[in-house]
């Protein structure tokens, strides 16, 4: 059974739980004098875990590392392909500005950036974009490469990877949005997306799963 490491901020919601549960998520927010929606997709993570139960009105009680359990089971059998959704990829020679009308057109918070030959070599995020446009270039004809994160300082995913991991990528590493890759021999070429809002898809359908 796989398990997780859990990071600081994690520990001290089950501190907090353990102590005061069952506590709503607004109540444990201002303990630790966050807003709701930064503690969201950990509470996601602890409760598809089986470290927390939840209940509608009620709050969240601490319940334990449930290994054996059938909430800790559907989550650990979870893989990335399962919640990928499609890619949205751009050619690295486009301009910023045909990059700024793709995201837009595309409503994401992230896309991905590949050479003529379908392989990954950086990746955009709407702050760079919007970060990029504040200043006086001309973006019709600065390329994106110019802008990008390159590889290798993206983090991605594969297929096979466990959802569970995968959130936690996205966690720890503070963005938006992975890629999720095939390995081929001069790279990555990229098959998916897991974002925060994958995690979030995956919550509810284990709430509805197991009725919490």
Request: one cysteine or more; charged letters at 25%.
């Amino acid at each position: 059974m796989e398990t997780i490491e859990l990071n600081k901020r994690q520990v001290e919601i089950l501190d907090i739980v353990k102590e005061n549960g069952p506590i709503t998520g607004e109540q444990i927010a201002d303990r630790l004098s966050l807003t709701r929606s930064t503690l969201r997709p950990d509470l996601a993570i602890l409760t598809m875990a089986g470290y927390l139960d939840a209940r509608p009105r009620v709050g969240y009680f601490y319940s334990g590392k449930k290994s054996g359990q059938a909430i800790s089971e559907t989550m650990t059998k979870w893989k990335v392909k399962d919640f990928q959704s499609v890619p949205v990829v751009i050619q690295e020679h486009i301009s910023v500005y045909d990059a700024i009308c793709q995201l837009f057109l595309e409503d994401v918070g992230s896309m991905f950036v590949v050479n003529k030959a379908g392989i990954l070599t950086g990746v955009v995020s709407r702050k760079d974009l919007l970060r990029i446009s504040i200043g006086n270039q001309d973006l019709t004809k600065m390329p994106v490469h110019m802008m990008m994160t390159r590889m290798p300082n993206i983090t991605v995913c594969q297929k096979e990877d466990s959802l569970l991991s995968a959130a936690q990528l996205l966690m720890d590493r503070q963005i938006d949005a992975l890629p999720v890759v095939r390995k081929q021999e001069d790279g990555f070429e990229v098959v998916g997306r897991v974002t925060k809002t994958t995690i979030t898809r995956a919550f509810l359908a284990l709430a509805d799963e197991h009725d919490i």
